[in-house]
């Protein structure tokens, strides 16, 4: 997913991708663990805009992944509605010490920009780290295993004691 900076004239450039499930999945095959994939296409909608060498990306991110709920482990669906906000400056003007850039920064070479890594980031934040397919979900039995969203289970739950309980008198 490219942007020519020759396309981006005065009054900016809009554009709009639509990049189906194979080459989204494709783009996370380099992650060292995925723990999602993608269900359904990604919708980027971008207006690229330029002040001398420097060009400001803003755009929004649309698109659905599956996760595994960290409570149940159950799949499930979850929609990621992301904004995309990027500065990219030619790489001539790259500090030469790596601490002196700005987090905030992307830098580019020659007339095109390549969105890709910089989309995939920010799915990847838009990702909850502990996803659950519902706030109210029970998770499983410590016990048996059994999903206590769907069935109940007759194991006897231990009640944790702690030694510091007594401290909860002194808040009140």
């Not at 001398?52 to 509605?81: D, M, Q």
Request: glycine residues 6%; hydrophobic residues 35%; contains cysteine.
């Amino acid at each position: 997913m490219k942007i020519k900076c020759e396309d981006i004239g005065d009054s900016g450039l809009t554009s709009s991708f639509l990049k189906d499930v194979d080459w989204l999945n494709e783009l996370i095959s380099d992650l060292k663990t995925k723990d999602f994939s993608f269900s359904k296409p990604m919708n980027l909608t971008l207006t690229a805009t330029r002040s001398g060498g420097n060009i400001f990306i803003r755009g929004k991110i649309k698109t659905t992944v599956i996760l595994s709920c960290a409570r149940c482990l159950e799949s499930f669906e979850y929609p990621v509605n992301t904004d995309m906000n990027l500065t990219f400056v030619p790489a001539s003007e790259r500090p030469l010490q790596v601490e002196d850039t700005p987090a905030e920064l992307e830098f580019y070479e020659g007339d095109t920009i390549d969105l890709s890594k910089d989309m995939r980031d920010q799915i990847l934040l838009a990702i909850p780290l502990k996803p659950l397919c519902k706030d109210s979900c029970k998770g499983l039995c410590p016990q048996c295993g059994v999903n206590l969203n769907m069935e109940s289970c007759n194991c006897h739950r231990v009640t944790f004691h702690s030694k510091f309980e007594i401290l909860r008198g002194l808040v009140k």
